[in-house]
């Protein structure tokens, strides 16, 4: 099945530098890779997305890029600010047959400190 | 914005006793799934559940669990008989029916097991 990698685990940065988070996946069938934010205490948050006809997707300061050749994808987040903060989780999933998601396989998390 | 709720916040039970964990999907959503997250581990699968069946099951779903869809609104998860390994963050995620957006879930803000 399907393992998805994340690296790093943590992350400090001063507020204004930019953050890069790295996920690999191993399930060439997966074609949907979406990045969540995790704020303590509330359930994960939809941040962006990006499918795998797209090799690059940006959404105001934060972009992902998709590799499908070397199976990996990555979040950028550029001018941090000290809301940035929390714990950011890759994962990845295909297309079930009946046109919904499949189950999302989920990365270990980074937590990113965005210290001011 | 219509997001996904659960209920209770935090549930403490017995070893053997039986919990019901309550979610309501966003309103016009058709896909729903059960994620649980033990402290400081990855999200995991549970099952995905559509048009009344269960899609997709992880080996984690045994005999022991079962979902439901009660009536329109309503989606619960069952454990009939807690161990304490089932101690974990539940969350409820639900998606569209087809169409451009269908790969998205989105998240509820969890239930906390605690089993003793």
């Known amino acids: 099945g399907e393992n998805v990698e994340q690296h790093p685990s943590t992350l400090s940065v001063q507020e204004g530098d930019s953050a890069v988070i790295k996920c690999t996946y191993s399930?060439?069938?997966?074609?949907?890779f979406p990045w969540y934010k995790q704020e303590l205490g509330k359930g994960p948050q939809l941040i962006i997305d990006?499918?795998?006809?797209?090799g690059e997707k940006k959404d105001q300061r934060i972009a992902v890029t998709l590799n499908k050749t070397a199976k990996h994808f990555s979040l950028h987040i550029t001018e941090t600010q000290p809301e940035d903060s929390a714990v950011y989780f890759c994962a990845a999933s295909g297309v079930g047959y009946m046109g919904g998601s499949e189950k999302l396989v989920f990365g270990k998390g980074t937590k990113l400190t965005v210290n001011p | 914005e219509p997001e996904v709720t659960q209920t209770p916040s935090h549930q403490v039970t017995q070893m053997g006793q039986e919990v019901i964990l309550r979610c309501v999907p966003i309103s016009n959503h058709l896909y729903f799934y059960w994620y649980r997250q033990i402290l400081g581990q990855k999200v995991e699968f549970l099952v995905s559940f559509y048009n009344n069946e269960i899609s997709e099951k992880s080996e984690i779903f045994d005999d022991q669990f079962s979902v439901e869809r009660p009536d329109g609104s309503n989606f619960t998860l069952k454990i009939r008989s807690t161990k304490l390994e089932d101690s974990a963050m539940y969350f409820c995620a639900s998606s569209r029916d087809g169409g451009e957006y269908s790969y998205e879930q989105y998240f509820g803000p969890g239930t906390r097991l605690t089993v003793t």
């Open positions: 990006i499918r795998s006809n797209v």
């Open positions: 399930d060439s069938a997966s074609n949907y």
